[in-house]
């Protein structure tokens, strides 16, 4: 018969080696800068396994977003997403589907630019990390009907 004793032996010590290692790892969760970046993990670049020029892949409807490229006035090329609103999606949606999916050359020949170009309500957002971004080229605001940004305060 198989003794068993040094495999239980094994497995114990095993065990005992994992449990450990979680309570390391749980005592390290009281530091709240290790809090903050297992929480919110912020420091974990997704970009490797994510293909940001399928929107559908995160959750958009079918042409709902656009990508595009940006180029500013220093020759930095900026990574874009045009993205509609729901309702007017839902309102022009056959027309939307219709067109290619992927990135554009130029943004301002499709028909979701147009469809919001041509409604004075539309407001333009910019969503940014970093705040110099914000000085974008007058050029690509000057479409838009109403000021750019706005505070909401």
């Known amino acids: 018969m198989v003794d068993l004793d040094p ?11 994992l449990g450990g290692a979680y309570a390391i790892f749980l ?4 530091n709240h800068t290790l809090q903050r970046h297992a929480l919110y993990a912020h420091k974990f670049h997704t970009g490797f396994w994510h293909d940001v020029n399928n929107p559908e892949s995160f959750g958009f409807a079918k042409n709902q977003v656009t990508p595009f ?14 993205v509609l609103p729901l309702d007017v999606y839902a309102k022009h949606e056959r027309e939307i589907t219709a067109q290619p999916s992927g990135p554009v050359d130029d943004l301002t020949t499709t028909i979701g630019y147009r469809l919001l170009k041509s409604d004075p309500k539309s407001r333009v957002v910019i969503n ?12 690509l605001l000057k479409h838009a009907a109403n000021p750019p940004l706005q505070s909401t305060a």
Do not use: M, S, V
Request: glycine share 2%; hydrophobic share 45%.
């Open 69 to 82: 490229n940006l180029t500013t006035p220093d020759r930095e090329i900026l990574y874009c997403w045009h």
């Open 128 to 139: 940014c990390k970093q705040p110099l971004l914000l000085l974008l080229p007058p050029l």
């Open 7 to 17: 495999l239980f032996r094994r497995a114990y010590w095993a065990l005992a080696g």
């Open 27 to 30: 005592l390290c969760l009281t």
